[in-house]
């Protein structure tokens, strides 16, 4: 695990970053807060060009809790079964859909706490749609963000909770509404897991991995 870099090299990574990519945005399509939580919820273990391409048949004809109560799980299954763990997830989608109808008057909350009570929300789609959907500075961390703030020394944790903390903690204020989309794009286009592109990095310089590739 590299140490966590200091406040002013943290500084200049997402000046850089900012620099390179000013607005970074999520890559999942949604049309609103209910539809985001969906999808968040069927891009785990799933690429989320996979579920782009599941998801527009699927929210062209459901895109709030009471039209896919309406639809049912047979015919959500229709949409995703391309989408890995297809079967457990509409069970989820459903269910989670009837609990929103049910409680909360067919909205999505804006807690962490009632988003992760939700079946098949856990923290990382949470924080996915407390930032994405509401502008909260929440870190979501996925395989990427973990294996590049160890890495580089940008964001350090034995564990997702504290790498997410090291986030909160080191990113600059005014880069913490983006650092989750900046930290994601950098790991999943250059800083890749097995042999990342650091010739073509922009924080090379910057960053603690001792073997850097050409
Ligand atoms: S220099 Fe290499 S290891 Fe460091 S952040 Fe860039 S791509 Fe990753």
Redesign the pocket.
Known sequence: MARQLDYHTMREVFTRFQAAEPEPKGELEHVNAYTLVVAVALSAQATDAGVNKATRGLFAVADTPQKMLDLGEDGVIEHIKTIGLFRNKAKNVIKLSRILVDQYGGEVPNSRAALESLPGVGRKTANVVLNMWWGYPAQAVDTHIFR?GN??GICPGKDVVAVERAIEDNVPVDFQRHAHHWLIL?GRY???ARK???G?????DL???ED??E
Not at 200 to 204: H, S, V
């Open positions: 590049i890495r580089t950098h250059i800083c890749v990342p592109k650091c073509a990095c922009i924080i090379r960053c603690q991995f850097k590739t």
